[in-house]
């Protein structure tokens, strides 16, 4: 039955998905991209991976995201980790082949490793297909030394040392690609700016509108879902040009808002907090002094 979703529970299943021959090691593979298929009854599925899956990839065809799809024609580097769902439609470009390196990581192969809990640090797993990483020919070669090193640990006999090298090599690939993110935020900054300035306008429209009281105080997955964006992504962009996150772009234009209400007008507190979104106002009042370091009625009094 096609469109639905497949659980994918370990390596070892998605070798066999892929028409592949069995992985070396049950929990840690490189896929060589030029070497996998989808065979004909999984087109069209959804699949739930049940590990990490970090690619580096050139004409693999439309990948499907959630509800949008990316054309992958262009190399580029995309982080998926457990749980999240995508498929793939083969390319039918007759004169493009499908091309790149897949390290697919169960969660297991990090026990009792540091990376077992810092790899929940690297947003970059939260970003969407449509959020990969573009790298020059400089950063895609300093990538495939690193997908190198792990394939020649995996091919040779595994011992004491191999986990350990193995993973200080995947926290480097991490490292390197936090880096070249970094440096996506930068080269694209016209393009951020613009995401900058549509955030301001959206928080501006928001807190004018009705919408603050009928709804509530604006989520992050609302401002990243209207800006089609993942929250990670937009928050890292965000926090690459100010040094803040959306959440807390949220909180200043609610502060902003709250000291022109206080300052200009006659409402009580209690009517700013129902007017900003608040259900109680000592939860306003408990959050406007954390950014202000005064109450509201202290802030209001220093006007008079």
Do not use: C
């Amino acid at each position: 039955m096609k469109n639905k979703i497949r659980k994918i529970e370990t390596i070892s299943d998605f070798h066999k998905i892929r028409g592949l021959s069995s992985p070396l090691h049950p929990l840690v593979s490189l896929v060589d991209y030029g070497l996998s298929k989808i065979l004909p009854e999984h087109i069209g599925e959804h699949w739930n991976f049940d590990f990490y899956s970090i690619g580096v990839k050139r004409n693999v065809g439309t990948i499907r995201y959630g509800q949008q799809k990316y054309d992958f024609d262009e190399g580029l580097m995309s982080f998926i980790s457990p749980g999240q769902i995508l498929s793939i439609e083969p390319n039918t470009k007759a004169n493009l082949k499908p091309s790149g390196w897949l390290l697919l990581i169960h969660p297991d192969f990090f026990w009792n490793s540091s990376l077992s809990k810092t790899i929940k640090q690297y947003d970059f797993f939260d970003y969407s297909i449509n959020e990969a990483l573009f790298m020059s020919e400089k950063e895609e070669a300093v990538i495939e030394g690193i997908f190198q090193n792990i394939k020649q640990e995996i091919e040779n006999n595994i011992d004491n040392f191999s986990q350990n090298i193995i993973i200080a090599q995947i926290e480097l690939l991490l490292n390197y690609a936090q880096r070249f993110y970094q440096r996506q935020f930068i080269t694209r900054k016209k393009t951020s700016h613009y995401k900058l300035n549509d955030v301001e306008a959206l928080l501006n429209e928001y807190f004018n509108g009705e919408e603050v009281i009928n709804k509530g105080l604006p989520t992050v997955q609302y401002i990243a879902n209207t800006l089609n964006m993942s929250p990670g992504y937009l928050s890292s962009l965000l926090k690459s040009l100010t040094g803040q996150t959306t959440q807390q772009h949220i909180h200043d234009k609610l502060i902003e808002k709250a000291k022109e209400k206080l300052s200009t007008t006659n409402l009580s507190v209690s009517e700013i907090a129902y007017e900003l979104g608040f259900e109680h106002s000592q939860s306003f009042s408990k959050l406007f002094k954390t950014k202000t370091n005064v109450s509201p009625l202290k802030f209001r009094a220093s006007f008079n």
